[in-house]
């Protein structure tokens, strides 16, 4: 069966491989890419029709923190491919600092990407949505513990993470499945950008973690989708985390707690 899919952050990174994945699945797909560069979704549309000659792959550049040109966006996919059976939300920002030394603009924008762009969408097209439907968010394993420089992107992970906890039950009776990754640092151009703006502190904690490719997160993210499951943990140390967090996260505050005596805040 021919499926019609819409993806955020299509362009790079988590979305594009998605994208990929399922280009390889079913090679006669309706697609629609929305990301902010146009020359990115371009490039990305190109490199799937040719893996996919038969793939209708259309593209919005559109930024979806800008609630109105997002709505309008859209609107204009669903009247070109129809409305979605698969609504994956993978756009996302970080901003890594101290937490003091974070604007409260940067904190709304983060926000704003991370949270309420993915509500919005959610709005707009979960009651177009049929029974058989499925909604995947890529969260972040930030979600389950605090991390130095993280407090705009981990409040906005938890966040999420509680939104998807609530539709799970409310889509539920409807036949729309919601399933939630939480993927560790992810081999993407956003990481590779965050990298560049890390405080000390958090580049020490972060080096001692592993880092997943894109298509190993996408993979995760469509067997747990096709599996009917909430939550995929795609790899084994946010597995452990998630079931040994209280006793797993003290020993991590206490480690980050120690390189800043050592390092000093930053």
Known sequence: MTKTAFITGGSSGIGLA??????ARHPDIRLALFARDQDRLSAAAAELRIAAPVA????FAVDLAQVDSARIMIDTAVSTLGPPDMLILSAGMTFPARWENVSMATYRAVMEINFFA?????????????AGSAIG??????????????????ASKF???????????????????????????TDTPMLAAERTLRPAVTSRTAA???????????MALLRGIDRGHFLVLPSWPIK??????????PL??????????????D
């Open 208 to 218: 001692k973690a592993s880092v997943l490719a894109p298509e190993t997160v996408a």
């Open 118 to 130: 993915c509500l919005s969408l959610v709005a707009q097209l979960a009651p177009l949505m049929t």
């Open 159 to 185: 966040a999420l993470h509680g939104l998807a906890e609530t539709l799970r039950i409310e889509l539920q009776p409807r036949g729309i499945n919601v399933t939630l990754c939480l993927p560790p640092d």
């Open 56 to 59: 209708e792959v259309r593209t």
């Open 137 to 154: 968010l890529i969260g972040s394993a930030a979600s389950l513990s605090g991390t130095y420089g993280y407090a705009a992107y981990t």
């Open 252 to 265: 991590l505050r206490r480690q980050q707690v120690a390189l800043i005596r050592r390092l000093g805040p």
């Open 18 to 23: 998605i994208a990929k994945a399922l280009t």
């Open 240 to 249: 452990l985390l998630y079931l040994f967090g209280p006793w797993i996260s």
